[in-house]
């Protein structure tokens, strides 16, 4: 936040300022300090752009996501979201002014030279924003899932982090130790795959899962036994 106040302050006399960030990042599972970023946008007149790719359908009243969650939506300019996640089809979404949606339609490439969505997808699309909308119950679950989740896996003493979306990464450090704890995982019938460097900072490496509405409680703590002894046998967690 500190490097951005100073970008923001050398640019000051720009006229367009842009911040953008993801409402929740896909590593680590934990939410961007969205009513800081949403001050120091009004403070500096910039604009803020969210992406709501790991956020959409599962926080706000009607999955709109976490900007809606806080009730920062009117300091959103530009608000997007993929649909392939927990929305479960395919595309994305930008939502912004008139002018800037029809300044998008005009000028953006990749949407100009891309064909458009197949009808069967898009009426994949009116369903599933048919289902986020009404039924609230899935995100209830999901949340007391994930908590549940988080919490045995904290219990057993492994390191995954402060976030608490069902994006839930664990720690091992080391590259080879995460691809062997995914194997392990996998005959046991879990899927978490080992992300490693580059795509999170070395000595990072880390298995990351991600929950589901439908996860039931004893499937949840069923893994969380696997994962625990798993741990103890490579070495991840000490005895
Ligand atoms: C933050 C973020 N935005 C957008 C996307 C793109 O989503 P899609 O694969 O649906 O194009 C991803 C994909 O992982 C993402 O992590």
Redo the contacts with the bound molecule.
């Keep these: 936040m500190e490097h951005l106040r100073m970008l923001l302050n050398k640019y000051r006399d720009k006229r367009r300022k842009l911040i953008v960030t993801?409402a929740v990042?896909?590593m680590d599972g934990d939410q961007a300090p969205l009513r800081e970023l949403a001050a120091l946008k009004r403070e500096y007149g910039a604009m803020l752009m969210v992406?709501e790719?790991?956020s959409g359908g599962i926080y706000g009243g009607r999955g709109e996501g976490l900007c809606h969650e806080l009730g920062l939506q009117g300091d959103v300019d530009i608000h997007?979201?993929?649909?392939?996640?927990s929305f479960g089809v395919?595309?994305?979404y930008i939502v912004g002014r008139r002018t800037l949606i029809r300044w998008l339609v005009n000028k953006a490439r990749p949407l100009i030279y891309s064909t458009a969505l197949p009808p069967s997808i898009v009426t994949g699309i009116s369903m599933s924003l048919d289902l986020v909308q009404k039924e609230h119950w899935r995100r209830e679950r999901l949340h007391t899932a994930t908590r549940l989740f988080r919490s045995s896996l904290r219990d057993a003493g492994f390191s995954i982090g402060d976030g608490d979306s069902p994006i839930v990464p664990l720690i091992v450090g080391d590259n080879d130790t995460a691809l062997r704890f995914s194997g392990a995982l996998e005959e046991e019938g879990i899927l978490a795959v080992a992300i490693r460097p580059p795509t999170v900072p070395d000595g990072t490496a880390r298995l990351r899962f991600s929950l589901s509405a439908v996860h039931m409680d004893k499937e949840l703590t069923d893994a969380a036994a696997h994962i625990h002894n798993i741990g103890l046998r490579l070495g991840v967690l000490s005895p």
């Design positions: 993801d990042f896909s992406d790719a790991h997007m979201g993929t649909l392939s996640k395919y595309g994305a």
